[in-house]
């Protein structure tokens, strides 16, 4: 059975950088698409990027420029490196084994004015 295992969360200023690291054991890791997603307080989760396997990746727009997402098939863990972080970036982040209902279990982000 394949585990997500999500780090790197913390509080930060506004204008602050985190990176947060997503480990997935029990699978090929390397020929699956992963995927990072967010959810804010009271609001619906939503995409935040997506890395395929030859390491194409697509951002949702509010995150391009600011986020890059990146991954490491030897060490079966996928990168999310946050910059120029917002009060509105503030939220639970999960990383997803695309096309799957497998989850993390998530990491909080907390950024503050």
């Known amino acids: 059975q394949v585990q997500l295992v999500e780090s790197g969360g913390g509080l930060v200023q506004a204008g602050g950088s985190l990176r947060l690291s997503c480990v997935a054991s029990?699978?090929?890791?390397?020929?699956?698409?992963m995927g990072w997603y967010r959810q804010a307080p009271g609001k619906q989760r939503e995409l935040v990027a997506i890395?395929?396997?030859?390491?194409?990746?697509n951002y949702a727009d509010s995150m391009k420029g600011r986020f890059t997402i990146s991954r490491d098939n030897a060490k079966n863990t996928v990168y999310l490196q946050m910059n120029s972080l917002k009060p509105e970036d503030t939220a639970i982040y999960y990383c997803?084994?695309?096309?799957?209902?497998?989850w993390g279990q998530g990491t909080q982000v907390t950024v503050s004015s």
């Open positions: 997803r084994l695309s096309g799957t209902a497998i």
């Open positions: 890395i395929r396997r030859g390491g194409y990746t």
């Open positions: 029990g699978s090929t890791f390397s020929s699956n698409t």
